[in-house]
Each structure stands twice: as structure tokens, then as C-alpha cells.
């Protein structure tokens, strides 16, 4: 059964114009982030990608051998985080 518990809650202006400014300003600074290429790494080689994960890169050869897909081009083995994060959530039990 799902319950739901409502608090009223009421803020004076000054702390609604406070909250708005610092999303605003996380939303900014987020937007540079990606115009800059901040923090975007779409590509991991496998010892970033058992990093991402939190895994020893033996188990990271598991999770490949499991169908955790990568990109070869020329011998370099690259696996991107959408792949790692979608194969992730088809292990959800």
C-alpha cells in the first residue's frame, strides 16, 4: 500500500527567489559544462570502465563475456557508459 504524507509549507519570498537562483546557477553552470565538453566522456577504455562500475577489471571480463558490449576499432577496445548503465539495468532483479 502506498501512503502518501503531505506537509503544508509555507516559505517567505526572499527564500523562494534564494532557491531559484541556486538552480539557476546549478543549471548554468551545468549547460557550460556540457558547451565546454566538461565531464563528458561518452568512451571508457576497460580500466575506466571497471572504475565507473566499481568492479576489478577480471569481473569487468565477465560482464563482457555476459554481453556487455564494447567497440573495437584497430585492436582498441573501448566501451561506452550508456552501454554499461543499460546493460546494468537488464541484471535489475
Do not use: C, H, W
Not at 17 to 26: A, L, R, V, Y
Not at 32 to 59: H, M, W
Not at 71 to 77: L, N, T
Request: without cysteine; charged residues 30%; negative net charge.
Amino acid at each position: 500500500m502506498d501512503k502518501q504524507l503531505y506537509i503544508p509549507l509555507k516559505l517567505e519570498e526572499s527564500t523562494i527567489k534564494g532557491f531559484e537562483e541556486m538552480f539557476s546557477q546549478i543549471a548554468q553552470k551545468t549547460l557550460e559544462d556540457i558547451y565546454r565538453g566538461n565531464n563528458i566522456q561518452p568512451y571508457l577504455n576497460k580500466k575506466q570502465a571497471s572504475e565507473y562500475i566499481g568492479i576489478s577489471f577480471n569481473t569487468l571480463k565477465k560482464f563482457i563475456d555476459d554481453g556487455l558490449p564494447i567497440i573495437d576499432v584497430a585492436g582498441v577496445q573501448m566501451i561506452r557508459k550508456i552501454d554499461i548503465d543499460q546493460f546494468l539495468e537488464t541484471k535489475r532483479i
